[in-house]
């Protein structure tokens, strides 16, 4: 039998070649075409732009957890995510930890980008090292006494050079905290209330409670946590299109202490 050696080493190198291409698709990382992708800016405390790499962004509540890093550009990518609404928490050593509420991914084979860049600020040393609750009769503008909260926080001394300022968060769970207070949001920060004796005061009647989003029933159970804050960050809802403040809290909270709904 006669052999066709030029046919035999065409027949060899096609067969090479696409060998060669095998191995180089295998090899290479996808493109995500699902997902949710992002970008994050970060500043310290005197709002000097930092490094943006290294911000882990993880979907709350997944199981297994998702999760992605962002690149030096600030930029992520977490893919397949199931269709669905999330929160978003985007952490890394040395600053505050950021939370995104009311993700929408509607549609699983398509990438959900979200509208805005993120800031994440250096973690301020202001610490609050103590809350108290105590139930008060407290005159309002309108008029007479009205049942209601006073709240008074400590920090760690001695004073920081920046912002002496607090938030408090509320919750219907011992284990509230910025993450879980999801029926409770930030109130307001103590700002120049901070004294010599390194502590603010705040007195909340339930109007004051309602007006900031807390509303369980009169005389039920409830629970608050300090935390000391630095500067704010500005991002808009993505429900509402309404701008709001996220305090970049310091990441050691006030023991949580319980008190009655007024």
């Known amino acids: ?66 999760t992605a890093i962002t690149n030096d550009a600030g930029e992520f990518i977490i893919s397949a995510v199931p269709a669905g609404t999330y929160s978003l928490v985007f952490t890394k050593s040395g600053l505050s930890t950021f939370l995104l509420r009311s993700v929408a991914h509607p549609q699983v084979e398509v990438i959900t980008r979200l509208p805005e860049t993120y800031s994440l600020v250096q973690e301020p040393t202001i610490r609050a090292t103590g809350l108290q609750a105590t139930s008060i009769m407290a005159t309002t503008g309108g008029g007479g006494a009205v049942p209601a909260i006073n709240f008074r926080t400590t920090l760690t001394t001695p004073l920081p050079d920046i912002n002496h ?46 007006a900031r989003g807390f509303s369980p029933a009169s005389g039920t159970t409830a629970y608050a946590v300090a935390y000391g804050t630095g500067q704010g960050s500005f991002y808009n809802d993505l429900v509402t299109g309404l701008q709001l403040t996220w305090f970049n809290p310091n990441l050691t909270p006030s023991p949580v202490v319980s008190f009655t709904m007024p």
């Open 165 to 210: 300022d607090y938030v408090l968060y509320f919750g219907t769970t011992p284990d509230v905290s910025y993450l879980t207070a999801t029926s409770a949001l930030h109130i307001f920060t103590g700002g120049s209330q901070a004294t010599a004796v390194s502590a603010s005061t705040w007195t909340m009647s339930r109007a004051d409670l309602l």
């Open 1 to 66: 039998m006669k052999i066709n050696l030029r046919y035999c080493w065409l027949l060899g190198l096609c067969w090479a070649l696409a060998l060669l291409s095998g191995c180089g698709k295998k090899n290479q990382d996808p493109t995500p075409t699902t997902g949710i992708a992002g970008t994050v800016t970060v500043i310290d405390q005197n709002r000097k732009a930092q490094p943006r790499e290294g911000v882990t962004v993880t979907v709350l509540n997944t199981n297994p957890v998702l």
